[in-house]
């Protein structure tokens, strides 16, 4: 029987991040914090080897992109808080930082034991982060579907002016000698 954590990806657990290490000898050396949110037990920082790089691709690329402004990978919680206040207030925020959850997708995906360090509420807190965002990938989908509706109805009408500009039936003879020779004077024949 195979482990719940090697068939769905434990990686995407971790709370993983990258940084420049600033102290001696290690100055400019990039470094990289690996832990589960909501666990202060079991936190690991190194220098950055080649296989956390290629273990981690999503937080090695946000750790170069940050230079471009970039900060989280996914919804930052924050942001969520401004959206829906009543779904998760400012005390359910302090107290996700202070685990280590960056973002709603940490929140979503967060294993049993995770949402556990959360504390009462916490499976609800985790059901309402996923409804989140499911709902901002639904208005997204709407969005998306109402623009391609319109240009579909845009696509549509010209289609009508064409077909209406259009005569019925088949061009006479003279009709279709003069296009054919103006064509063939066109392209230089």
Do not use: C
Not at 4 to 15: F, G, K, P, R
Not at 94 to 110: G, K, N, P, S
Not at 150 to 168: C, D, F, G, N, V
């Amino acid at each position: 029987m195979s482990l719940d954590s090697d068939v769905n990806n434990a990686d995407s657990h971790l709370h993983v991040e990258f940084y420049e290490n600033t102290k001696e000898p290690y100055l400019g050396v990039p470094f990289v914090i690996i832990m589960a949110p909501g666990d202060k037990t079991s936190i690991f920082d190194q220098p950055a080897s080649e296989d956390h790089k290629i273990r981690f691709p999503r937080q090695w690329f946000h750790f170069q992109s940050k230079t471009n402004g970039a900060q989280y990978i996914g919804t930052p919680l924050r942001k969520w808080h401004e959206d829906e206040s009543s779904e998760l207030n400012e005390a359910q925020l302090v107290e996700l930082e202070i685990l280590r959850f960056q973002t709603v997708d940490q929140v979503a995906t967060a294993s049993d034991s995770q949402i556990q360090r959360v504390g009462m509420g916490g499976l609800g807190l985790r059901e309402r982060a996923r409804a989140y965002l499911n709902k901002k990938a639904n208005n997204t989908a709407s969005l998306e579907l109402a623009e391609t509706r319109e240009e579909l109805s845009e696509l549509k009408a010209q289609i009508a002016i064409l077909m209406a500009a259009r005569k019925p039936g088949r061009p006479r003879k003279e009709e279709a000698d003069e296009f054919d020779n103006a064509s063939v004077g066109d392209t230089g024949h």
